[in-house]
């Protein structure tokens, strides 16, 4: 079986709490930094185990990861065998359909963020007091170079992203870890996500690298009053259906579930808050059906919608076949739509999607779901468009197909991005030996 007790808890499980602080760092003095990674923070990471069971939680969860830039500021020259890692994400806005740098980050423009420290408690002040406790700890040896404080939002809207969908419902069950699969869950063996396990298609990683994993950070936002609009203005006309309900359509159709998180593969056309909630049935589907043709209906699901994009299931015969899968930890950023933005349909205050993404491999994962599938507009098959949530055209508008379902040859052209990469970094997130190891001598 897996050592969870060395493997950090945000990869397999997720550190879900309603607050996360992630703080960026640089290491300002390698010497100094490391015997404190040993002693002051390696006591402080949760691990697998520690989540397993909420009464052996800490109040607040502390995770750590380091860019290919930290790793080789602490003098680890071994190469970790993946090549998106030690370029850095910046390096590859361009393959990912970022348009340029001018909407990221600054700090996030280069290779001069170290590592990352992931802070999640039920309070942010639970968060300051840890962070304050770290910094003095940690002194001098590291800078903050940025933050961002994230929260699950508010009330009955807890656990759904900014533009109102149920998240976190798919994630892959891990062979040995993952007790009882739910049914059309991705069953993956271990080293889909973590390196050195059963599975991880590279064989070249260094001891120490074992049951780590590739940590993909992007700051994602979202323009929800921008992409309110657009539903309310383009609604699905069907019979019996109002125009709100024709707006809700487009919105489950673009995104391939209900906001309750019900599949339109199987609820088509309402949306079934039931269906929504049970975990035994959400994810019970593969878009194949009896009465249609797989490689051309879009009845039920369009090709580009972004669950189908992402994890296309049957369209790619079985689907655990593939190796391109990744797991999910992300949270969502910034405030609730105002009343100005609503009335004005236009975002003023940012807020998005902090993603984050664990594999074993960045360029199978969540680099081949941007870039191979998602901003393709030839997959799964030609012609279909690319995905309207996340696919992404270096700024140019995007086309669609399948979004009516009246009429799924109709092309649809999207000429507002809903979702802006503001930038990220790609970070390699130890097992607990190695930091003691490794990263601290
Ligand atoms: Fe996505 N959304 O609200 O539309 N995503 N995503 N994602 N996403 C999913 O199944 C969303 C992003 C995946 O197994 C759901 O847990 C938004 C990126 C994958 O069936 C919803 C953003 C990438 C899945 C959203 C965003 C992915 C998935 C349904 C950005 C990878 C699982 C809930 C702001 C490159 C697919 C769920 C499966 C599900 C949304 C980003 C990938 C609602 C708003 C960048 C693999």
């Not at 050195?196 to 690298?209: F, I, K, L, N, S």
């Not at 468009?385 to 700024?395: E, M, S, Y």
């Not at 009429?407 to 097992?431: H, I, M, N, Q, W």
Request: net charge negative; aromatic share 8%; glycine share 10%.
């Amino acid at each position: 079986g897996l050592n969870l007790d060395d493997i950090q808890g945000d990869v397999l499980i997720g550190m879900k709490k309603n607050q996360e602080l992630f703080y960026f760092f640089s290491i300002a003095d390698a010497v100094d930094f490391k015997p404190k990674l040993a002693s002051d923070i390696v006591p402080l990471i949760t691990t697998t185990t520690q989540l397993l069971d909420v009464s052996t939680e800490p109040t607040t969860l502390v995770n750590i990861a380091f860019s290919q830039s930290g790793l080789t500021t602490l003098n680890v020259t071994d190469a970790l065998g993946d090549s998106a890692f030690t370029g850095g994400q910046f390096k590859d806005l361009k393959t990912l359909g970022d348009p340029g740098s001018t909407n990221w980050v600054p700090e996030f423009a280069g290779t001069g963020i170290h590592g990352v420290l992931l802070f999640a408690s039920d309070t942010v002040d639970n968060i300051n007091t840890a962070v304050a406790g770290l910094e003095a700890a940690l002194g001098d040896s590291i800078t903050k170079v940025y933050s961002l404080q994230a929260a699950a939002r508010p009330g009955s809207e807890a656990g759904h992203e900014h533009f109102g969908f149920l998240d976190g419902i798919s994630n892959p069950a891990i062979t040995g870890f993952t007790a009882n699969p739910m049914p059309g869950q991705s069953v993956l063996n271990a080293g889909a996500i973590l390196v050195g396990e059963t599975g991880d298609t590279v064989t070249t990683r260094p001891a120490w690298a074992k049951d780590g994993s590739f940590l993909v950070f992007r700051q994602l936002e979202q323009l929800v009053p921008e992409f309110n609009k657009f539903l309310t203005d383009n609604p699905i006309v069907e019979d019996g259906l109002t125009a709100q309900q024709g707006s809700d359509l487009l919105g489950a159709r673009m995104v391939g579930r209900w906001k309750s998180g019900a599949p339109i593969d199987l609820a088509p056309l309402f949306d079934d808050p039931a269906l929504g909630a049970d975990p035994t049935r959400n994810n019970n589907f593969t878009f194949a059906h009896a009465d249609s043709v797989l490689a051309t209906n879009q009845t039920r699901c369009p090709f580009s919608a972004h669950i189908r994009k992402t994890r296309p299931r049957a369209d790619l015969g079985t689907p655990e076949e593939t190796v391109h899968h990744i797991m999910r930890a992300g949270i969502p950023y910034g405030p609730e739509v105002s009343d100005a933005e609503a009335a004005s349909s236009t975002t003023s205050t940012e807020r998005g999607l902090a993603f984050v993404a664990y594999q074993s491999n960045i360029a199978n994962g969540f680099r081949f779901l941007q870039q191979t599938w998602a901003n393709s507009a030839n997959f799964v098959h030609a012609g279909v468009g690319v995905d309207p949530v996340i696919g992404a055209l270096a700024g140019a508008q995007r086309v669609v197909t399948g979004l009516d379902p009246t009429d799924s040859t109709k092309a649809t052209t999207l000429t507002t991005d809903f979702v802006v990469s503001r930038g990220g970094e790609y970070f390699f997130s130890p097992s607990l030996s190695a930091l003691a190891s490794t990263l601290s001598v």
